[in-house]
């Protein structure tokens, strides 16, 4: 069974510029988490979908990042303007229970 | 408000000795998940258990043991005879009340070394 897919892995931009995540989930996953995880920090849920439909978007800045999931598939998560703070890693993961499978991040770096 | 403490920020040991996790939890549900989850160097987090509110049977998994006691709000993990490839961040995280809705907090981690 293929695992959650994420790209890219790595992303370097400069502050105030734009950048996009993308995430396929497991297929059959209903379930799919955004999370950002601050360096020396444990993961903080950004977004969490159920199929298309936004279960909790509580944590998300919602005047510089957003996020949908077309098709109750794959989902992009934007950052629209950058900031120095938002570097990190942005972690995906899918669920259809409770038990959670994250994708390998991708390590964002804002200069 | 849910809060999950890992109070051990790092921990070093030496291989073939035994070491804990603490972590401890805060929630006003009575119904909730526990999990532990292994960072490896390569960043992907990896399940390794997860328990429920009513289930307070201590369980043992390889070298891998959990001990969970309610009365204390604490889920502690032990890893026995250490190896370096349990070199990892290892975070603790609670899912309240029980419901594929609620988020998961997570701790903020105790990245464990193990000497050779």
């Known amino acids: 069974e293929a695992g959650v897919a994420q790209s890219p892995r790595y992303k370097i931009i400069e502050k105030r510029q734009s950048v996009a995540f993308w995430c396929n989930p497991i297929?059959?996953?209903?379930?799919l988490y955004w999370y950002q995880q601050i360096l020396g920090q444990g993961p903080k849920l950004l977004i969490q979908?159920?199929?298309?439909?936004?279960?909790?978007d509580s944590q998300l800045p919602k005047d510089r990042f957003s996020a949908e999931r077309l098709k109750g598939v794959d989902s992009t998560l934007k950052i629209q303007p950058a900031k120095l703070e938002d570097s990190a890693v942005y972690l995906c993961a899918s669920s259809w229970d409770y038990e959670q499978y994250f994708g390998p991040g991708t390590r964002l770096t804002v200069t | 408000a849910q809060k999950v403490t890992q109070a051990q920020t790092e921990i070093s040991v030496v291989e073939k000795e035994d070491v804990t996790l603490d972590c401890v939890y805060e929630t006003r549900d009575t119904t909730y998940y526990l999990f532990w989850y292994k960072q490896p160097p390569s960043g992907e987090l990896v399940f390794l258990i997860r328990r429920n509110s009513f289930d307070e049977q201590n369980e043992i998994s390889g070298r891998y043991s959990w001990n969970f006691q309610k009365s204390t709000s604490s889920f502690n993990f032990t890893i026995t005879a250490s190896q370096v490839v349990d070199s990892a961040v290892y975070f603790c995280?609670?899912?309240?009340?029980?419901?594929?809705?609620?988020?998961?907090?997570f701790g903020s981690g105790t990245r464990l070394s193990i000497r050779p």
């Open positions: 995280a609670l899912r309240a009340p029980y419901s594929s809705a609620s988020k998961i907090i």
């Open positions: 297929s059959g996953h209903a379930t």
């Open positions: 979908f159920q199929n298309n439909g936004v279960v909790d």
